[in-house]
């Protein structure tokens, strides 16, 4: 049996440092939708621009660094694309 991983998760570290959903949706970019930030910090899951954009927006608004290696589970999830061609 292994251990659980003892790094905190996102939310965690968020928690830790009293910083409110409201708060972090506001510092991060507009371009990353609100419903993306809410499922990446319930969840772990996230697309890398978006996991990128809260532990930045996490740094920023605590005061200590956050990547990816100091925080426990996440999972990157494939990036959507559009085929040129295929819109409707």
């Known amino acids: 049996m ?3 991983d003892p790094r905190p998760t996102f939310r965690e570290a968020r928690e830790k440092h009293q910083i409110e959903m409201h708060e972090l949706v506001s510092d991060i970019d ?6 993306a930030i809410k499922i990446f910090d ?3 899951q996230g697309v890398s621009y978006v996991v990128d954009a809260c532990l930045d927006s996490l740094s920023r608004l605590s005061g200590v660094e956050y ?4 925080v426990g589970g ?5 990036t959507p694309h559009k085929v040129p061609g295929t819109e409707r």
């Open 30 to 35: 507009v371009s990353i939708s609100e419903e």
């Open 67 to 70: 990547s990816r290696e100091m």
């Open 42 to 44: 319930r969840t772990g």
């Open 74 to 78: 996440i999972r990157l999830l494939p």
């Open 2 to 4: 292994s251990n659980p």
